[in-house]
């Protein structure tokens, strides 16, 4: 793997890595190009330019081997590693993101969840530690944990931010009406805008039908 690999790739690459998983699960073994492009709705071109970011991995007959493509993505982009992470706000959409499971792949673990609300803390029913907002830097740094979901009203974030990023975190999910960007390099953020997203879908098909 040789230069730097463009935020693009690495996102459809992460699409690719979560069907192949999700393939491998039903006992799939080989799938083509044609088939991931379709069924993450990117040209086939595209996805081999985007294996191929990754090295040689190899192809049988008309595909690749599923759990060896699957394998050698984990493996370059850090996929098949455990990492912790924690929940910042714990309203009705924080606390259901901490309890489900579900939610989550066997790499990726909530290990504390925080809030400002004392009240609020001690009496959530959980078996997953949770600790009031002014501790967050002092958990995050104790517990080595690398990323955060964010969840919090909008007129907070920024102070949450500060806390996540002071205590080491390296990639943040973000909830809150409130866009944010990270003024650290090595702290990635991601704004989820359901609305947004809402607003896109909604354009495509109104065009869809003129």
Do not use: W
């Amino acid at each position: 793997m040789t230069g730097r690999i463009p935020k693009p790739t690495t996102a459809r690459l992460c699409k690719v890595y979560s069907l192949l998983d999700e393939l491998e699960k039903y006992g799939e073994r080989s799938i083509s190009s044609h088939e991931i492009g379709k069924r993450i709705g990117v040209r086939s071109h595209s996805i081999r330019k985007d294996i191929s970011y990754l090295g040689e991995v190899g192809i049988v007959g008309s595909g690749y081997a599923i759990e060896k493509l699957k394998a050698h993505i984990g493996s370059k982009l850090g996929l098949d590693l455990e990492r912790k992470a924690c929940v910042v706000g714990l309203g009705k959409l924080g606390n259901a993101i901490m309890q489900n499971e579900k939610l989550f792949s066997n790499n990726f673990k909530i290990v504390a969840g925080f809030d400002s609300n004392i009240n609020k803390i001690e009496t959530i029913v959980t078996d997953i530690p949770v600790y009031p907002a002014h501790e967050i830097t002092e958990i995050i740094r104790r517990d080595a944990i690398e990323l955060a979901v964010i969840t919090v009203p909008g007129h907070a974030v920024q102070e949450i931010v500060g806390r996540l990023i002071a205590g080491g975190i390296r990639g943040i999910v973000n909830f809150s009406p409130v866009s944010i960007s990270s003024s650290d390099d090595r702290v990635f953020v991601s704004n989820i805008d359901i609305a947004g997203e809402f607003r896109f879908l909604s354009a495509l098909f109104t065009l869809e039908q003129k």
